[in-house]
């Protein structure tokens, strides 16, 4: 999957490649409540590679429904 195609199935998030291109990240589009962060909800997200951070987003939305 590429980060195009990764940012089209995440639209909540903006996702974005560091400019060395070591880094793939993203970004929420909208802020977390206090409830949301204590719930280990996360507003940036950091991997070395694209589906190490597709994997972080799937649980980052798992926790999301878990609230």
């Known amino acids: 999957m590429s980060l195009e195609q990764a940012a089209e199935r995440h ?3 903006r996702l974005w490649r560091s ?3 070591g880094l793939v990240g993203a970004t929420r589009r909208r802020r977390l409540s206090d ?3 204590d719930a280990d909800l ?3 997200l950091i ?3 694209l589906d190490a ?3 972080r987003l799937r649980e980052q939305e798992d ?3 878990a609230l």
Do not use: Q, S, V
Request: aromatic share 4%.
């Open 11 to 13: 639209p909540e998030w």
């Open 19 to 21: 400019g060395g291109g």
């Open 35 to 37: 409830a949301e962060l």
């Open 42 to 44: 996360h507003t940036t």
């Open 47 to 49: 991997e070395d590679d």
């Open 53 to 55: 951070l597709i994997d």
């Open 63 to 65: 926790r999301e429904r």
